[in-house]
């Protein structure tokens, strides 16, 4: 199986920061690599998907970028709806992977 | 406008069988892929299983051989039958459609809870 590791766990930021949340598979996925946003009690919502193509509807301050093995989530310029939990998820094969979570904190 | 809900959660017996649906609307669920995947109380996600518009299905280890997907094309409606449940399988049960060849999710339904208690 293909394993997703997501850095850091948790990170606290302010409104206005820009953030880097980086994602790492264990073996090369090409571009298969997508991104999600969580808040608490909701279902998750997709925000970048093959790696760096904005879903639609999801500000341009969201930028995804890798390739391989390493990937980039970058949300520039923090505002209060953006603090939540992602999520990044392999789908070069199944079983389908999903990183343990980046939980983002107001600081 | 494309939407999921899914249906069928609650509280079940260790060993106990349940089935969840998920009604779709504003796509035919046939062809795409669909998935499940769930959120055990306070974790991450977990894909659980999909079905390939070709009629296909994949299954985490985890669920293999007791967790059974399926959809119904006169309803535009996915299924997961789930037998043998246990403790672990207590969580959050999303349906989301998948795209083709690339697996992304998207949309998801509001999920449904499934608890595994005596």
């Known amino acids: 199986d293909i394993q997703m590791t997501q850095s850091p766990s948790s990170l606290s930021a302010s409104v206005g920061d820009s953030v880097t949340i980086t994602c790492r598979a264990s073996?090369?996925?090409?571009?298969?690599l997508n991104w999600y946003q969580q808040k608490p009690g909701k279902a998750p919502k997709l925000l970048i998907y093959a790696a760096s193509s904005l879903q639609s509807g999801v500000p341009s301050r969201f930028s995804g970028s890798g390739s391989g093995t390493d990937f980039t989530l970058t949300i520039s310029s923090l505002q209060p709806e953006d603090f939540a939990t992602y999520y990044c998820?392999?789908?070069?094969?199944?079983?389908?992977?999903f990183g343990q979570g980046t939980k983002l904190e107001i600081k | 406008e494309v939407q999921l809900v899914e249906s069928g959660g609650g509280l079940v017996q260790p060993g106990g069988s349940l089935r969840l649906s998920c009604a779709a609307s504003g796509f035919t669920v046939s062809s795409n892929y669909m998935s499940w995947v769930r959120q055990a109380p306070g974790k991450g996600l977990e894909w659980v299983s999909v079905?390939?518009?070709?009629?296909?299905?994949y299954y985490a280890d985890s669920v293999k051989g007791r967790f059974t997907i399926s959809r119904d094309n006169s309803k535009n409606t996915l299924y997961l039958q789930m037998n043998s449940l246990r403790a672990e399988d207590t969580a959050v049960y999303y349906c989301a459609r998948s795209s083709v060849a690339y697996n992304w999710f998207d949309p998801w339904g509001q999920g449904t809870l499934v608890t595994v208690s005596s």
């Open positions: 998820q392999q789908s070069y094969k199944t079983p389908l992977t």
């Open positions: 079905i390939y518009s070709g009629g296909n299905t």
């Open positions: 073996q090369s996925i090409s571009n298969y």
